[in-house]
């Protein structure tokens, strides 16, 4: 990434250069990167492929003003953070689903940097922290979006991680370093198969101040605190207005509806 690249992704994030790649700084962008970039699956809805290159990514956030899935928003985030000088290594995860049992390889991607001390950088796991967690402490640290803790996994051989929000498995992460060109495969497979939750329904979700504010399907949903208000959108026209307005996102068709058909069950 230019120069020229990453002052328009830090104005995208209202954003100044930092003067130094600090921890300060690091969570700074962290968290303007969540309110700013939001997390979104359209392009599954709209027919478009995702692809996964720094071009690629960078174009959709700032010439389309778009956001993306994990893969897309931690990519461009590493891309931003190695622009400013931190040392970023991108990391596989395998969230845990319902049942306790983790998904596919490469299901998600985090971020670690570096600095005095490792970190968890994630902006691209929806309803999560606000901030990074060090990665070496295995108490509760506290954070707006919740307490988490980070275990060694019971498989200690592999140097796994258990990270949990709210006392509460969230994903499996690995320590072997990656590229993004690893996670083309769990990219497509989220985009295709139909037991992946991206192809069940349009979303598009960011945190604000007090809360967060999402588009499910046809819904817009506002939650503040312990309070949830849905507002169905009536039609198409109201649910395009409803991404620009709420998301700064401008699409000239309205995403797909979901698929009535039963969703398979999982493989075990």
């Known amino acids: 990434m230019d120069r020229d690249r990453a002052d328009a992704y830090l104005a995208l994030l209202d954003a100044a250069r930092p003067a130094r790649p600090d921890a300060a700084a690091l969570a700074d962008l962290q968290w303007r990167h969540l309110l700013a970039v939001p997390f979104e699956n359209l ?102 979006g919740g307490v988490f803790r980070i275990l060694d996994h019971e498989n200690g051989e592999h140097g796994d991680l258990d990270v949990l929000h709210d006392g509460v498995l969230q994903y499996r992460l690995e320590s072997r370093p990656r590229e993004l060109r690893d996670f083309v495969t769990g990219c497509w497979w989220h985009q295709t198969a139909p037991t992946s939750h991206f192809t069940r329904a349009p979303l598009c979700s960011r945190p604000t101040s007090d809360g967060r504010i999402t ?48 969703i398979p069950s999982a493989t075990p």
């Open 43 to 144: 392009d599954i809805h709209l027919g478009r492929p995702v692809e996964l290159t720094e071009e690629a990514i960078l174009a959709k956030f700032l010439d389309r003003r778009r956001g993306g899935f994990c893969y897309e928003l931690g990519g461009g985030f590493a891309a931003l953070l190695r622009a400013l000088g931190y040392r970023v290594t991108l990391l596989a995860a395998r969230t845990y689903g319902d049942e306790g049992r983790v998904g596919i390889p490469f299901d998600h991607l985090a971020l670690r940097v570096d600095l005095d001390e490792p970190w968890l950088v994630d902006v691209g796991f929806g309803r999560f922290t606000h901030h990074p967690l060090r990665l070496d402490v295995r108490t509760d640290q506290g954070d707006p």
């Open 215 to 262: 588009i499910s399907d046809r819904t817009v949903v506002r939650t503040t605190g312990s309070e949830r208000h849905e507002e169905p959108l009536a039609d198409d026209a109201a649910l395009l207005a409803a991404y620009r307005d709420l998301f700064g996102i401008t699409l000239d068709h309205a995403p797909a509806r979901p698929n009535p058909a039963p």
